[in-house]
């Protein structure tokens, strides 16, 4: 039988809690469900350097008997916030759950990454995560309790005598929300001992969101000669999913992609690209050899059966199955094969997909009971050594495969982002980006809500650099519900380029060049020609992140080259952008390299509906532009 444990702890806790400039007395309270009743929380406080503290929390069996963590649940209380208060919660996992900004009064809305109270223009406080390693910790606000930290303790066991610690928590508070964003970042990096990452400038193309899973040896050479017509400066193929035979069996490549992936890769280098790659990580398919030899290495149900999805996607069944991490052998089968595409086929760049289903909650998001009628709802999940969490079991695939690839580019694809750390060199922080504006909208959002991890713990991916429209593809090559471009204007497609040039990460084309029209590929172009920002962030960030389409007008952004705002004018009216703050800068349109005029510091620009402008800035730093420009529209 599951008993409460409830252990309150008064201790001094930061400032903020209160909403004050003084250090007062708090009290946290650490409550267990436990199997046994016989763990006790122990709360840990640690200054650091900067004013910012450290939440620890120890977890100690005190009894005879083996304990078992059904939940836990840490609330810290505070007084001074009310239903209107601002607050922001940080995105989680791509496209899924981006950054959203709330109130108070919000009782549904969690993240586990950090959560921003904005107490007022010019006092903000931050409660961030630091480590996922055994728990998936989320944090909620309750208007009555205050700051509500939960997590599902997965029957983790502690044997007597044991002590395990929960996850790192930190508390900031400053008077610069930028301050507290990009310090976040770098409190990540340093738990997980992450060196600050050089720009890596990947250019090229990709098959997959014209081609999607259908495409052959032909498809790809064609395009990779047409990027050397087009004298595209490039350096990277990156072939996307569907080259295998069957999910899971990654050594096994389908008979129409004429001498294998090892051919293809072989070819992109010797025109002088880098060969990129795609995989499912943390899925096999029940139709695969791998299954049928080895069916005790996928996750199974409370029933001892192995967990199952099936989806019909018109051009292939799909049985999904999940990868069982917690089994070494699987970790080794994994490693081997990443290893073989490595050295053997040639591949040095991975893009590893679907990390998500590693962890408990997507599994169960998948197959719960609202999971389809008739379908057998998965209430629990068991593993090869149940002792270790689904957090655990990620980590322990995500290890693998980084020994397997080796020096390779890891780039980590519909993840939870915090398991992830420290293992990935790139991260995709963006959902999937289709040729429409609505998707250009949502996914420039996503992508931006996250600049605080780009460089100091991953390089940001917001996607593929997709142009095309209706009239630069074949009706025969039209894939899945969304993959059209219908009819996007030049302007529309424009936007992406331009939101891609500097903030996208990995700049690699989507379309199909032997179809896309001049205009299209113009804008492919003028995105390789501008360097990706090392640094960014939306400076209109608490205008917006109401909702999944609600995206920044406003950027700023800082590269090797120097420092760049963009205009996105996301709304179906036409605008004037009113910014102040320029006093001793000069600005030029970076494309038509027009001198913008200003006027007593103060740059006003009238901008169209849907469109877009980047302008490089001389005579000012980054840091001082984000601390003075005033926005207006």
């Not at 032909?218 to 996307?240: P, R, S």
């Not at 943390?282 to 996750?299: E, V």
């Not at 999937?432 to 996914?443: H, L, V």
């Not at 593809?473 to 519900?481: D, F, L, N, V």
């Amino acid at each position: 039988m599951k008993k409460l444990l409830g252990i309150s702890t008064c201790l001094i806790i930061f400032a903020f809690l209160q909403g004050c400039s003084d250090l007062k007395r708090n009290l946290v309270n650490v409550k267990l469900i436990t199997s046994q009743n016989s763990t006790e929380p122990k709360v840990i406080i640690e200054e650091g350097k900067n004013g910012q503290n450290y939440i620890r929390i120890l977890l100690t069996n005190k009894g005879q008997k083996t304990d078992y963590i059904d939940s836990i649940e840490i609330v810290i209380k505070q007084n001074s916030v009310v239903d209107d208060t601002k607050l922001l919660f940080g995105g989680t996992c791509m496209g899924r759950t981006p950054l959203k900004q709330s109130n108070a009064s919000d009782t549904l809305s969690n993240s586990d990454t950090f959560l921003m109270i904005r107490h007022n223009e010019n006092s903000f406080s931050q409660i961030g995560v630091l480590t996922w390693n055994t728990f998936l910790p989320y944090i909620h606000y309750n208007i009555r309790k205050g700051i509500v930290i939960t997590a599902n303790g997965e029957s983790k066991p502690i044997n007597p005598g044991e002590t395990i610690e929960f996850e790192k928590l930190v508390l900031s508070e400053s008077d610069s929300w930028q301050d507290l964003m990009f310090n976040y970042g770098k409190e990540i990096a340093k738990e997980h001992k992450i060196e600050p990452k050089k720009p890596i400038y990947f250019k090229g193309w990709s098959s997959w969101d014209y081609y999607g899973r259908v495409y052959n040896t032909k498809d790809i050479i064609e395009n990779i000669d047409q990027l050397i017509t087009d004298g595209f400066d490039a350096n990277i193929i990156q072939i996307d999913g569907g080259w295998w035979t069957a999910r899971g069996d990654y050594l096994s490549v389908r008979k129409n992609l004429q001498g294998g992936m090892k051919a293809i890769a072989d070819y992109a280098k010797l025109k002088g690209y880098r060969a990129g790659i795609h995989l499912d990580g943390f899925r096999g398919d029940k139709n695969s050899d791998l299954y049928r030899a080895h069916p005790d290495w996928f996750l199974k149900d409370q029933d001892g059966e192995v967990i199952c999805q099936t989806i019909d996607k018109g051009d292939a069944f799909m049985q999904y199955i999940y990868f069982d991490y917690s089994n070494p052998d699987v970790c080794e089968y994994m490693k081997n094969v990443l290893k073989t595409i490595r050295k053997d086929w040639g591949y040095s760049y991975f893009k590893i997909d679907f990390m998500r289903y590693g962890l408990l909650e997507s599994i169960l998001a998948e197959h719960g009971n609202n999971y389809g009628l008739g379908k057998k709802p998965v209430t629990k999940v068991i593993s090869f050594n149940n002792s270790m969490t689904s957090i655990e079991r990620t980590r322990a695939g995500l290890k693998a495969m980084r020994e397997g690839m080796g020096d390779a580019f890891f780039l980590g694809c519909s993840a939870i982002f915090g398991p992830t750390f420290g293992i990935v060199d790139g991260l995709r922080t963006g959902a999937d980006i289709c040729s429409t504006f609505d998707y250009y909208e949502a996914c420039s959002l996503q992508n931006a809500g996250n600049f605080y991890l780009n460089q100091n713990v991953v390089q940001n991916d917001a996607d593929y650099l997709v142009v095309r429209n209706k009239d630069d593809e074949e009706s025969e090559r039209a894939w899945g519900e969304n993959k059209f471009g219908g009819n996007t204007t030049l302007n529309e497609a424009k936007m992406w380029s331009d939101y891609i040039a500097l903030y996208g990460g990995p700049k690699i084309n989507s379309d199909n060049l032997l179809t896309l029209r001049d205009g299209r590929k113009k804008l492919i172009e003028n995105a390789f020609s501008i360097k990706t920002a090392t640094r960014f962030i939306p400076l209109d960030l608490w205008d917006h992140a109401r909702d999944k389409n609600d995206a920044f007008n406003i950027m700023l952004a800082e590269n090797e080259d120097g420092v760049y705002l963009s205009l996105f004018n996301w709304d179906n009216n036409d605008i004037q952008f009113v910014i102040d703050g320029f006093a001793n800068a000069e600005l030029t349109d970076i494309l038509t390299k027009e001198r913008i005029n200003l006027n007593d510091g103060i740059l006003r620009i009238n901008s169209k509906t849907h469109t877009s402008i980047i302008l490089k800035i001389e005579g000012e730093s980054f840091d001082s532009l984000r601390k003075t420009i005033q926005c207006n529209t």
